[in-house]
């Protein structure tokens, strides 16, 4: 299966929160990890680390760097970039997402917040413009809804490797397995 990671840009200091929630929707969806753009948030950096360190999986958050070097470094290694955008091609009306899965390659997926530079949306920067639908919503939904179609569902039944935590799903109440009761299940 193609790997699959997610470009953050456009992060201010006011979007922690919502960046977070990008770095956790990306983890629970898939995705290997996520690059934040441009600008390191350590407040960030240290909520997502402290998920991956407490609910286990392999997961990276790198920061900092130029989003045009993630690009052309994702590129030169043999992998394709999809831009999420309202403007795009309908993934439910279209088939942009058959072609592309049809081109087997590891996927970067950007997601912007404000509003982007045009270069997104040129060939030389995005191999495809995706819509998921063609409402403006936000970067968490659309990441998920595309990580979601991409994987078919079978994300949501992964393990995560060396979790200390792990939820035992109930129809009502909460029921979790801590590090100690998880060694013994295994
Ligand atoms: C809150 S939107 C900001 C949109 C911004 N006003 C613009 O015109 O580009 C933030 C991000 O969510 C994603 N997004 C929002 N709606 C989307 C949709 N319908 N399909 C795909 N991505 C979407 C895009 O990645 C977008 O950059």
């Not at 091609?89 to 982007?116: C, F, H, M």
């Not at 060939?123 to 409402?135: M, P, R």
């Not at 968490?140 to 035992?168: H, M, Q, T, Y």
């Amino acid at each position: 299966m193609p790997k699959v990671a997610v470009l953050r840009w456009g992060h201010r200091k006011r979007d922690e929160r919502l960046t977070t929630h990008v770095a956790l929707t990306a983890r629970a969806f898939g995705a290997e990890g996520v690059y934040l753009s441009d600008v390191k948030d350590e407040t960030v950096k240290k909520s997502v680390e402290k998920v991956v360190e407490r609910w286990g999986g392999k997961f990276f958050f790198e920061m900092g760097k130029p989003w045009r070097e993630i690009v052309k470094e994702w590129k030169n290694k043999g992998g394709i970039v999809v831009h999420l955008t309202a403007y795009g091609e309908n993934i439910q009306t279209s088939d942009v997402l058959a072609r592309i899965k049809s081109t087997g390659k590891d996927v970067l997926v950007i997601v912007g917040s404000q509003k982007v530079p045009a270069e997104f949306f040129s060939e030389k920067v995005s191999d495809f413009n995706v819509a998921i639908g063609n409402q403006p919503h936000s970067e968490c939904s659309s990441l998920a809804v595309f990580l979601d179609r991409f994987f078919e569902g079978k994300e949501l039944e992964r393990e995560f490797e060396n979790a200390k935590i792990k939820v035992v799903p109930q129809p009502r109440g909460k029921k979790v397995l801590k590090l100690k009761n998880l060694n013994q299940a295994l």
